[in-house]
């Protein structure tokens, strides 16, 4: 807690535009804005977490499609061969 409440205020400044309240504040003031601070940090980051399990989740959905689909595609080629080599065949 000591590192989030040192690093917090700077971090709010660059990224938000927010600054907290100065060090001569009461501390259970800087205690519940860091705890609010963090709490919305939690909830984006498993917000992210989750984004990301889910698209995860479609790339391998699509990558298994497109692999049975590569499949089926090599089967109907190697089923063409055999009647390309018989008229082939029949032609000479």
């Known amino acids: 807690m000591q590192i989030a409440g040192a690093c917090l205020p700077v971090l709010m400044k660059q990224f938000m535009g927010q600054e907290m309240m100065s060090a001569g504040s009461p501390s259970s003031s800087n205690a519940m804005e860091i705890h609010l601070v963090l709490s919305q940090v939690l ?47 029949k032609q000479s």
């Not at 497109?66 to 018989?86: D, Y």
């Open 43 to 89: 909830t984006l980051q498993q917000q992210i977490i989750t984004s990301q399990q889910d698209l995860t989740s479609r790339i391998i959905n699509l990558e298994t499609r497109a692999s049975q689909q590569f499949t089926g595609l090599v089967k109907q080629v190697q089923n063409l061969s055999p009647v390309r080599l018989t008229q082939e065949k």
